[in-house]
């Protein structure tokens, strides 16, 4: 890494090459591995799976279609009809009996971090277990229903390893959109450099790819926008604000008006969508002001009022709250006791929600070891305190920026979505404490927040699918769309406490029992 002084002592140089050995072998790492050898089953080309006896929700309407029979073929939706006899199977077609339990699209997370372990600080001697977690992150998406993901900023290099082999049937995952690295001047956020987190970081990065474009100046921006987007992005993700989210750290630099001229002409050539990670007010206007694709997380330091998001309406710039992140990084075990600001009943519950998830089994959304060292790591901020941490090196999230999204958002995102602004769903997982899998988490939260039911699972399915240009191939169970659902037991736009519990996930055609998707031996 440029600018960065990095000195090694013999011991870690030894420990680097070891790591380096072992990640040029990553392809093949399946280490000490809690990866469950699973395989879907479906139909060869030209074959018909039929669902049948399925009570079809369609979240377009908002209303539910009895006793459905589901044709499938090619890995697309051929019919949805009703239809009270078996099909005319032939040899080689599949009949599953749904038993009038209920199907729904497939889920969209349409905000996280794939190539990210949700760790808080990267353990040199876990490497197999991070990269083992780097796997699962995808496994745990389809065991938890969604089908589709957005990547929010990733190692390129090591992404585009693991979507060759969800293509190739190797790896269980879903289907993924990503921009690869974050477009982010240099030292905006994420505003870590990982060599910072990890000795063995700039080894590594040689072969997963740098996470940061981290440009310098204009010339350096473009060229660098120029590679970034060369293998299949979709998006340019950005980082609009100027206040770091590291407890102990102050403000960063942020795009000059020039530079965001250049990377919106830059995205409308080239027919890129743009996403904006935005906390604060500055960011917001800005991101408005330009026009961004979409606003992603919250707006915690300010009430947003009606005459804030006329533009953003006005411009169908839709927004992508993640409010389970700030539930996770609102972390009360920065204070000896949580500021009497911060005490309300929304935000007393959701602090008694996060610890029942954080003290409960996530063996379906994490490795232990990496559960185990995130919880000790929150005593970091009692030990140090929080204004020391950065200064000691210590990377941690600013509870006070999520305790005011906590505070802020949720009336932020109403104003929001009484403007008629578009609402999606994601979870930033892959940050440290936010595991891949908990959409779901997202989905209850968005409940509590007081949307219903019906809205959250549009904002799951169809408008993520319209947030990341995808709504003629998925997000609405409409002939002609990818064979993407999830089958539930119960009624979701009655029940919301279901979202977590799919009994069956297809994607592209292909059945996944997920009962049989189990990450202990
Ligand atoms: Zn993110």
């Known amino acids: 890494m440029e600018n960065v002084s990095f000195k090694m002592t013999r011991r870690q140089l030894i420990q680097a ?20 050898g699973y395989q879907p089953t479906g139909t060869d080309d030209n074959k018909a799976l039929y669902l049948i006896h399925g009570n079809v929700v369609d979240v377009v309407r908002g209303e539910i279609r009895h006793n459905q029979t589901i044709t499938i073929k090619n890995g697309r939706i051929k019919t949805i009809y009703n239809y009270n006899q078996v099909p005319p199977a032939g040899e080689g077609d599949m009949i599953i009996d749904l038993k009038n339990q209920f199907v729904i699209p497939g889920l969209i997370d349409a905000h996280c971090h794939a190539t990210l372990s ?7 001697w876990g490497v197999l277990t991070t990269m083992n977690q780097l796997k699962r992150n995808y496994i745990q998406q389809i065991k938890h229903g969604v089908t589709t993901i957005r990547d929010m900023g990733a190692l390129p290099n090591l992404l585009h390893d693991h979507i060759k082999q969800i293509e190739k049937g190797e790896l269980i995952g879903p289907r993924v959109v990503y921009c690869n690295s974050f477009t982010n001047i240099y030292g905006g956020h994420p505003d870590v450099d990982p060599a910072a987190i990890n000795i063995f970081a700039p080894i590594a990065m040689a072969f997963t790819g740098r996470p940061n474009l981290w440009f ?35 403000e960063i630099p942020v795009y000059t008006d020039e530079h965001l001229k250049l990377i919106f002409d830059y995205a409308q050539k080239n027919n890129l969508s ?10 917001f206007d800005r991101a408005i002001q330009f026009g961004i694709g979409s606003v992603e997380h919250s707006i915690g330091d300010a009430v947003l009022t009606e005459k804030d998001v006329i533009a953003m309406a006005q411009k169908k710039i839709p927004v992508v709250p993640t409010m389970i992140v700030a539930q996770m990084l609102a ?21 008694i929600i996060r610890r029942d998830y954080l003290h409960s089994s996530l063996d379906d959304y994490t490795e ?30 600013n509870p006070e920026i999520y305790f005011d999204i906590l505070l802020n958002g949720p009336r932020n995102l109403m104003t929001m979505k009484d403007a008629g602004i578009i609402i999606g769903c994601g979870t930033d997982s892959g940050v440290p404490l936010s595991y891949h899998g ?5 989905m209850e939260m968005l409940c509590r927040i007081g949307l219903s039911n019906l809205e959250v699972l549009r904002c799951a399915t169809i408008n993520n ?48 029992d997920i009962s049989r998707i189990s990450f202990t031996a």
């Open 17 to 36: 090459a070891a790591t380096s050995v072992f990640v040029t072998g990553m392809p093949n790492i399946t280490g000490c591995s809690s990866l469950p």
């Open 118 to 124: 949700g760790e808080a600080k990267l353990n040199p």
């Open 216 to 250: 310098k100046d204009t010339n350096d921006l473009e060229e660098k926008m120029q590679i970034n987007s060369s293998f299949g992005a979709s998006f340019i993700k950005l980082t609009m604000d100027k206040k770091s989210v590291l407890c102990g750290k102050g």
């Open 274 to 283: 743009t996403a904006g990670h935005i906390h604060t007010k500055f960011g």
């Open 331 to 351: 972390e009360p075990e920065a204070y000896d006791e949580l500021p009497q600001k911060y005490r309300n009943d929304f935000i007393d519950r959701e602090m």
């Open 368 to 397: 232990t070891s990496i559960h185990e060292n995130n919880l000790t790591h929150l005593k970091d901020y009692r030990k140090y305190g929080c204004a020391n941490l950065y200064k000691k090196g210590k990377y941690m999230a």
């Open 438 to 442: 908990t959409l779901w988490r997202e």
């Open 465 to 512: 699918a319209k947030i990341i240009g995808m709504a003629d191939k998925i997000g609405s169970l409409d002939e002609g769309e990818y064979a993407d659902l999830a089958v539930m037991k119960k009624n979701p736009l009655e029940t919301g406490e279901i979202f977590s519990k799919p009994q069956i996930v297809i994607k592209g055609g292909k059945v996944y």
